[in-house]
């Protein structure tokens, strides 16, 4: 049963123009192709780069988080109530102000104190500046150094000027070790990203990073093997070329430095733009979907491949429009970026909460002569009162 069906979906007839297969990719003549074995070497090198962000995180990104001031916030901790905890783990994290007046009579707790217990243990499920901090200067590393190894790979090919050099030969494309290489700790970075998702923070478009690591992992195993690795080193190369001053902008973000995150956020977007809906969209995706059709009939492979590639650019206008709402907010104030994906910390100290919930006692009360008249002295706020 399994060998039909790997011969069902490994058919030539799927993945190569008519007359060429998998035979034609047979290593001779001093020359190498790739094969879906190598791949296998992938799995290790998640796991080292799992052991090396570990020890990365843990020494370098600590050392640099306390040169530039970034310490853990001690936050204030919850009284354990477990009406109020039974409630915040299987209904809601944000009840509504009727669910707030229910467990105010289940806990004998005034509202505001109960909004006050639900504020301090939402804050306490957010990850730190720290952990921010460190798994953010992990990330611009390695993006660093791959999109400087990448153009090192790149620089002297002729598919990097001329696209069209992407299918010349093709299937019949000799691997070289730099594209072997570039493969397989590209490939083994995203699956490290994979491994660690569940201890990573979990921001508001989760499910779209979700997509994206497996879209790209499928598209760059795919692209391996059925020889799209010109394609495939170029699509590597302008992702890489955005992403790490992304990272360094939250570094700086975190770290306080407004203007500092404000230029390179600017950068940031300036090639984000320009990289991921211009260069790809137009230059590579064009020639991917186009260019193969004047050659040969179009065929499986060639669509499954070109509908991975519009996946990613939906997922890239997606972003965009996060990005440019960024911008948008921070250039008139010149305020700090703040991550569209985050969740905010709520306040902490019992200033900030004061102000907060007087604020809140605005909002519920009636307005007279400017001032907010409580009509509940039941639901006044004792700071005290824990």
Same mark, same amino acid.
């Given at each position: 049963m399994l060998s039909w069906l790997s011969e069902l979906v490994w058919q030539d007839s799927l993945w190569f123009p008519a007359g060429m297969g998998w035979k034609d990719l047979q290593d001779r003549d001093g020359d190498v192709y790739a094969k879906g074995r190598d791949l296998w070497v992938i799995l290790p090198i998640a796991l080292c780069f799992l052991v090396i962000r570990q020890v990365f995180e843990r020494t370098v990104a600590m050392k640099l988080a306390s040169l530039l001031g970034i310490t853990d916030k001690v936050r204030a901790r919850v009284a354990h109530n477990s009406v109020l905890e039974a409630y915040f783990s299987s209904s809601s994290k944000q009840p509504s102000q009727s669910c707030v007046e229910s467990l105010s009579r289940q806990t004998g707790l005034t509202g505001l104190q109960v909004q006050r217990w639900f504020r301090r243990r939402r804050n306490q499920d957010r990850p730190s500046q720290l952990k921010k901090f460190c798994e953010a200067s992990w990330r611009f590393t390695f993006y660093l150094l791959a999109f400087f190894a990448g153009l090192a790979v790149l620089v002297d090919k002729p598919w990097f000027y001329e696209m069209t050099e992407m299918?010349? %030969?093709? =299937?019949?494309? =000799?691997?070289? =070790? *730099?594209? !072997?290489? !570039? !493969?397989? $700790?590209?490939? %083994?970075? !995203? $699956? *490290? +990203? +994979?491994? *660690?998702?569940?201890?990573d923070i979990k921001r508001k478009d989760f499910k779209e990073q979700i997509i994206h690591h497996i879209a790209t992992i499928i598209l760059i195993g795919f692209s391996w093997l059925v020889h799209y690795i010109r394609a495939g080193t170029l699509i590597m190369l302008v992702? @890489?070329? *955005? @992403?790490?001053l992304l990272e360094s902008a939250k570094m700086f973000n975190y770290a306080g430095w407004r203007k500092t995150c404000n230029y390179i956020f600017t950068l940031f977007a300036g090639v984000f733009i320009v990289t991921r809906l211009i260069i790809l969209p137009f230059w590579i995706i064009h020639t991917t979907w186009v260019y193969p059709a004047t050659l040969y009939p179009p065929f499986f492979g060639y669509y499954f491949f070109n509908g991975l590639m519009f996946v990613l650019q939906c997922l890239h206008i997606f972003w965009a429009a996060l990005i440019l709402r960024m911008v948008v907010k921070f250039l008139p104030n010149n305020e700090i970026v703040e991550d569209e994906r985050s969740d905010r910390e709520e306040a902490e100290s019992e200033e900030d909460e004061e102000v907060h919930e007087r604020r809140e006692k605005s909002k519920n009360g009636q307005v007279q002569n400017g001032h907010a008249a409580i009509l509940n002295n039941n639901h006044q706020y004792h700071s005290k009162a824990e």
């Open positions: 299918w010349r %030969g093709f =299937p019949k494309m =000799p691997l070289l =070790p *730099s594209q !072997y290489w !570039y !493969y397989m $700790i590209e490939l %083994g970075f !995203y $699956i *490290s +990203l +994979l491994f *660690s998702v569940a201890f992702h @890489d070329s *955005s @992403d790490w």
